[in-house]
């Protein structure tokens, strides 16, 4: 993914915290846009646990191996009818 792609979902106002999606299977959150720093060559993800605010520690990713960015929560589920008569 491109470095402008993932900025533009890390500045998307109001923020929505998103998912990162990596070719080696890996899933990163990003719960606040601050956590996460992209630069042409690496996004440093910023890991739980946190101590007032500061991340634990940082994943480092290459751009070019972030396959996919969705929302973290996700679609809303649908709950199904119950059918008149059954329990």
Do not use: W
């Not at 520690?57 to 290459?62: Q, T, V």
């Amino acid at each position: 993914m491109r470095p402008h792609e993932i900025l533009t979902h890390l500045r998307k106002q109001p923020f929505e915290p998103i998912r990162i999606l990596v070719s080696d299977g890996a899933t990163y959150e990003v719960r606040h846009p601050e956590i996460a720093a992209v630069s042409q060559t690496t996004v440093a993800i910023g890991l739980e646990p946190f101590a007032e605010g500061v991340p634990a520690r940082f994943a480092y990713c290459d751009p070019v191996h972030i396959t996919r960015i969705e929302p973290l929560n996700g679609s809303k589920t649908r709950r199904r009818a119950k059918r008149p008569g059954r329990k």
